[in-house]
């Protein structure tokens, strides 16, 4: 949803700027694409200006970004079909011209493209002010934040003590080297980074129901703010314990970082659900359980399914 | 400690790799008496499951003498002799709860793998790609077993022939049956007279099938199939056209039950076999669905489709409309070992069943090239290899076949 409202405010932008040059330079604007300024070209640029402020500002004013930028490909087509009349004239600039086509069909090409991703992002239903048709726990996993679940066969109340322990955390959070507890709700992480790096910080609970609930942030001054909070449900069917984790934080070096990390291989998506899952073994059946391919090394790079020692 | 290990695209290895040791608590080291090469084990070799790591050892079929264990292991000791199971199974979580094994929710390490690729995680197997969690495998002198109280099966008193099977193709071969539902006054047909085909036979035999019918195109497996399985009737398909054949035995209904024990790599002699074919050679569907369409056409009206064939990924041309259109119902799973070891151990020892009438090939462990080679290309009348890490006789050097 966030791409395709950039996509629309920009778009509304360019429409805009654009429209306002055919309108208040006409003359420029026809050189420019090699047409002599003769007063029928005038006439119709002036209109074209308008059309494309008002989807401009419609792209602007309006929630709906797909049926204003199918309007702009409807213009667009409109846009070559003059342009084509205009070819067939002796007094146009050719050279000139063949460039205006140029940018007619990248300009075409951009606002097809931004109508299909617009429309396929619309059509999912996921919106940022109201939910559709998605149900709230279903909208979780579309809010931007980091999430993952799990089911646990054993009570919430089992599985709530043993993440409340929080010096457990780093024994199926890949990344936590240790968290040490400083009183009731104070706490001190260190984590591994890329690079071989550490990263540390005091974190404190700001909410904790037993059995159902824990919430958590880090303190001010952290060298990287988070915050998340995992709850525990007891799952349909007597099947054990739903957990859902939900994080949010500022990776270190912003969206760069992020994706610098990304290409590191530390996906926190893929970390939490990793994490999770080891959660899970320690709980059923109290260790986290190894093959000799990932033994001791990152699970995602893959050696020979040998035993260890002389595995490379 | 000697090995087989896989050695990129159909070639296979026979070598020295690293002894196992015990990493988790639960786990015990067996060695090896006696290992088996399946039919599952040439999808891998011929490259059609992703994630194989050169150097993987291959190998799901083994049983073997206790020789070591972790702190944590309760049922077996050290001198026991066990069959293992090919999926691993944790015991505690929810699928293993229901007798659900080869779904173990966690004895897969990459999980995440798995469940790119079909979903949700399916349990640890091994020899088995890292898709099923990078475990060593079992045409070895030695493996660790994980969990070893839930997965190995002891079998005191029964000679290795007997019992090897019970860790993969007879459960699964049963369970094939089970999950049609084969009843007494049932037609069966069942594609595909490998091991696994040859066994299904004689569960449905033993289950009370009226009718069995084989379906494959080797002369000496169809002569097994009727002779020692227990097949009424069989059908080589590169003789007669398999639909109209079926459809004349059964008075046009077509068979009650339908069992695919062929999987991903069938073969046919039609046209779906060049375009099937060219399909999986450029990777634009992973597994080759013959037997599979060929079943799902002639089981007859509200019938049981039972797939135990092994399928890595993506069919296509599935026929969908017949299975909604004619209330069919298909079932498969990978079989759920720990759930029949046991019983089939009793009715093993009870001398009901004696499945070791498919064994064709027995070499030293250091033959296992050989033994690839005759299985894959069934050679010299070849339906079961079986490996035998201590046999003698054997050239005990390195090395390294394509088959």
Known sequence: ?????????????????????????????????????????????????AQEIGVGSALFVDGRTTPWLATRVAGDAVHGAML?????????DRKRMSLAWGAWAMITAADAAATLLANRTERTGVSDDEPLGSSEGALAVA?????????????????YDYWRRLENLPRFMKHLERVDEFDGTRSHWVARAPLGTEVEWDAEITDDVPGERIAWSSTQGSQIWNAG????????????????????YAPPGGPVGAAVARLLGEEPKGQIKGDLRRLKQVIETGEVIVSEAVAGGRSRRQRPARPLGQAA | MKATTFAGRNKVRYGDVPDPEILNGGDAIIRVTTAAICGSDLHLVDGYVPSMVKGDILGHEFMGEVVDTGPN???????????IPFPIACGKCWSCSQQLYSVCENTNPNGWMAEKFFGHPTAGVYGYSHLTGGYPGGQAEYVRAPFADVNAVKVDGLPDEKALFLGDILPT???????????????????????????????????????????????????MAREQAGATDTIDYEQVPVLEALNEMTGGRGPDKCIDAVGMEAHSNDIQWPYD???????????????????????????????IGAYGGFVDKFPMGAVMNRSLTIRSGQCHVQRYAQPLLERIQAGEIDPSFIITHEMPLSEVTTGYELFKNKLDGCVKVILKPGMTGGNDRPKMAVV
């Open chain 1, 1 to 49: 949803m966030a791409k395709a409202q950039g996509l629309a405010t920009m778009f509304g932008a360019v429409s805009t700027g654009i429209g306002v040059w055919y309108v208040v330079a006409p003359e420029h604007f026809l050189r420019t694409i090699g047409a002599r300024p003769i007063d029928r070209r005038i006439a119709t640029a002036r209109l074209v200006g």
């Open chain 1, 229 to 248: 909070e995992v709850t525990f449900q007891r799952a349909p069917g007597d099947r054990g314990t739903e957990v859902h984790v939900r994080l949010e």
């Open chain 2, 73 to 83: 292991v309760k049922n077996i000791k050290t001198g026991d002799r066990v069959v």
């Open chain 2, 277 to 307: 074919r060219a399909k999986q050679a450029v990777r634009m569907e992973t597994d080759r669905p013959m037997a599979l369409r060929e079943a799902i056409m002639a089981c007859r009206s509200g019938g049981i489709v039972s797939v």
């Open chain 1, 143 to 159: 809010d931007g934040n980091v999430h993952g679940s799990v089911t646990i066969n054993a009570e919430p109340r089992a599985v």
């Open chain 2, 173 to 223: 071969a049963w369970m094939g049956a089970e999950l049609a539902e084969v009843k007494p006054g049932d037609v069966v047909a069942i594609w595909g007279c490998g091991p696994v085909g040859q066994l299904a036979i004689a569960s449905a035999k033993a289950m009370g099938a009226e009718r069995i019918i084989a379906i494959d195109r080797f002369d000496y497996r169809l002569r």
């Open chain 1, 84 to 92: 084509a009349m205009a070819w067939r004239s002796p007094d146009i």
